[in-house]
């Protein structure tokens, strides 16, 4: 599975009760209230669980997160490349 | 004078329409790069509240919002309320399902709701729709400034402005009904007691849907103070950031707020002085964490609050200067509410002595809608029984010791175990299953729920992933305890109590 699917199905999982995203994959999570708070903290345990890595606190920005493009690349730069 | 002008301060909607000529060209909202004065702002309501009468709404009708914190939601909120109409605002994250179960309980008439919520929580389009706004409110702004005015209606100070939907102890949710002479009486109260002016600002995370948030918008709006809207705080150094660049005067949140800020983002190296106070509530916040934020900010007011919906919001605060000495009280009550610790008897206890927390005063809720058993309940004897156990000192500060009633108090949502109980029952093979709060640093509360079923049977995960499939993220249980048995009473009812003591060592952190 690519790291985009994998993020994909990983965001479905998680905060979209394995349901479709009903947004692009360069669009705002924020915005299209697929997260909030709580969701994030979820997002964040789960990426860290599913690729062994830590989302440190510093790297909690919507640069990083905030969309599956930015997550892609997030990832990736933390040498991720499922 | 336009028939607005002349509306008399019994209205909530006055608030908006009714505001000092002198704060016409003031900020009332910002949100991002967009700001709206109060001119604007009431023009926009007018507009909004046009559109929403040729829809159908009336004096009375009841119309859902479906819309996150943002200068949409303060127009429709207000032009519900302008029409003489009942506003419902509910969660967005909502599914259409559980928005269905609200509309057919207080024969809702529609919702307000923006096309990426109707896309995400309502696809089938089932729910009716009385309003539907565009994703950008630049898109709705050029819509209400090309519109007529809608005329004001002014309705009774007992008429329903709001009703607040909570968790019921029977898992159905409950539909708070304030007043807007609820809501104006507890709005004045927080104003006078925070001493808030027109130089007052915020920046507020806290969701409109909710009493505390919406306490926040009303008494901004009451003293013609500035709302920065910030919806980003799952991005907590993004909120940190935003706090440092609009420098508002004021700042409230629940306790996980403050733990998020001072646990993931450099808020202890930051200077705080521009803020005047910081206000917290909706549950108890730890000691190290009001000692922390001391620390950080000497200079700032630390106020902590006490409060439910059925009280439009607030009942107490303890003033920053007796933090060090009261440390762990809710304070006395705020102005023009009584505060009682009763007994069994319903008699006031003597200090030291535990008792149920009881409220008077005119920001009491009106009762629940359509459920007179249960307004009975909650307002016998002419006082609001908050299902909080308490203490007063001998000084008349009171203390909360723990909480009478079952609910689980999670992320300052309230939720019911018979609502996460029932799903899980729906499961082949469950013979009981209890759903209760354990301390969690983070939340306050976090769900665990235990379940009797033969050992051979019993699947935590596949609990765990049924439940995900029906229940929002909040009401996730975090525990899948295996038990041999539920403690019940005599009677059959669940001793959740015996349960929480029991695991009340699971305590972890979230973060």
């Known amino acids: 599975m690519s790291l985009r699917n994998s993020i994909v199905k990983l965001v479905q999982d998680t905060l979209c009760r394995g349901k479709a995203l009903p947004v692009g994959d360069s669009e705002s999570l924020l915005d299209a209230g697929v997260i909030d708070s709580l969701g994030m903290m979820e997002l964040v345990k789960a990426i860290d669980k599913h690729f062994h890595i830590t989302v440190e606190d510093e790297e909690l920005s919507p640069d990083n997160l905030d969309s599956i493009d930015a997550l892609t690349a997030y990832l990736k730069s933390k040498g991720v490349n499922e | ?511």
């Open chain 2, 1 to 511: 004078m336009t028939a607005a002008e002349s509306l008399p301060p019994s209205n909530l909607a006055s608030l908006v329409l009714s505001h000092p000529p002198a704060w016409a060209e003031r900020t009332a909202l910002r949100q991002l790069e967009s700001s709206l004065t109060y001119a604007e702002l009431r023009q926009c309501v007018l507009a909004c509240a046009a559109h929403l009468s040729v829809a159908g709404v009336r004096p009375g009708s009841r119309v859902v919002l479906l819309i996150e914190n943002s200068f949409d939601y303060v127009i429709a909120l207000f032009a519900v309320l302008t029409l003489g109409a009942t506003a419902i605002p509910l969660n967005p994250d909502n599914s259409a399902a559980a928005v269905s179960v609200v509309l057919a309980d207080c024969a809702g008439l529609g919702c307000i709701l923006r096309e990426r919520t109707r896309a995400k929580v309502d696809p089938a389009s089932t729910l009716p729709c009385l309003l539907p706004l565009e994703n950008s409110f630049e898109d709705n702004r050029r819509r209400w400034y090309s519109s007529a005015a809608a005329s004001p209606v002014e309705p009774q100070p007992d008429a329903l402005a709001l009703l607040l939907y909570t968790s019921g102890t029977t898992g159905r949710p409950k539909g708070v009904m304030l007043t807007h002479a609820n809501l104006l009486a507890n709005t004045a109260s927080i104003v006078e007691y925070m001493e808030m002016t027109e130089a007052d600002s915020t920046v507020t995370v806290l969701p409109f849907f909710h009493s505390f948030g919406n306490s926040i918008l009303l008494t901004h709006l009451a003293a013609g103070a500035c709302i920065y809207i910030e919806n980003r705080f799952a991005f907590p150094a993004k909120v940190v950031e935003v706090l440092q660049q609009v420098r508002p005067t004021g700042f409230s949140g629940v306790p996980a707020t403050f733990y998020i800020l001072l646990h993931r983002t450099n808020f202890l190296q930051r200077d705080w002085s521009f803020l005047r106070y910081i206000n917290q509530a909706g549950g108890g916040m730890r000691v190290e964490t009001i000692q922390r934020l001391r620390q950080v900010m000497p200079s700032t007011s630390i106020v902590i609050m006490y409060g439910q919906t059925e009280a439009s919001a607030r009942l107490s605060y303890l003033p920053t200067e007796l933090l060090e000495t009261r440390l762990g009280s809710i304070g006395k009550a705020i102005p023009g509410v009584e505060l009682r610790v009763a007994g069994p008897n319903g008699q006031e206890t003597a200090p030291g002595e535990i008792g149920e927390l009881t409220a008077r005063g005119a920001n009491i809720m009106a009762g629940y809608w359509n459920d007179p058993a249960g307004t009975a309940e909650a307002l016998r004897g002419g006082w609001l029984h908050t299902g909080d156990m308490a203490r007063r000192d001998e000084d008349g500060f009171l203390y909360i010791v723990s909480r009478k009633s079952d609910f689980i108090k999670s992320a300052s949502y309230r939720i019911s175990p018979g609502e996460i109980e029932d799903v899980i029952a729906e499961m082949g093979g469950i013979e009981d299953v209890a759903a209760i709060g354990v301390p969690d640093t983070l939340f306050g509360e976090t769900i665990a729920v235990c379940v009797v079923c033969p050992a051979d049977r019993f699947d935590a995960e596949a609990i765990r992933a049924h439940c995900q499939s029906r229940l929002p993220l909040y009401k996730l249980p975090r525990y899948i305890l295996h038990v041999p048995e539920i403690p019940r009473t005599a009677s059959g009812k669940k001793k959740y109590y015996i349960l929480r003591e029991q695991y009340q060592g699971l305590e972890g952190s979230s973060s």
